[in-house]
């Protein structure tokens, strides 16, 4: 029997380009620059640390006097009064060797005592 010959079938080769992300040595400039963009970065976090850290301190300090605030105002709505410089009016009866304190923005009396043995003298 005769062999019958076979024609080979053309082969069909395609050929296209692509991006992919490989392994590629860093050149000594490439290196350089990176440890310069390292050392950059790094100065940077060192002073937004510090930046955040003076910040912190600040908050602190505002933090402690609205602290303070809230006690000297809740003490006051507590006990309903605050000390304040009023003037008053100081009557010195020597015939009945009394001392009166009078309020003058209500006019009420804050006091009434006996005349110390100086006041008398005077």
Do not use: N, W
């Not at 602190?60 to 006990?79: N, P």
């Amino acid at each position: 029997m005769a062999k019958k010959e076979v024609k080979d079938a053309p082969t069909k080769v395609i050929t296209t380009q692509e991006k992919r992300k490989l392994k590629c040595e860093l050149t000594r400039d490439e290196l350089l620059d990176f440890g310069q963009k390292l050392a950059d970065a790094q100065q940077r976090k060192v002073e937004t640390e510090a930046e955040l850290q003076s910040f912190k301190d600040q908050c602190k300090g505002k933090l402690a006097t609205a602290e303070g605030d809230v006690i000297q105002f809740s003490s006051l709505i507590r006990q309903r009064y605050q000390h304040r410089d009023v003037e008053c009016e100081v009557t010195k009866d020597y015939a009945a060797a009394t001392v009166t304190v009078r309020r003058l923005d209500t006019f009420d009396t804050v006091e009434t005592r006996p005349m110390t043995k100086d006041e008398l003298a005077q």
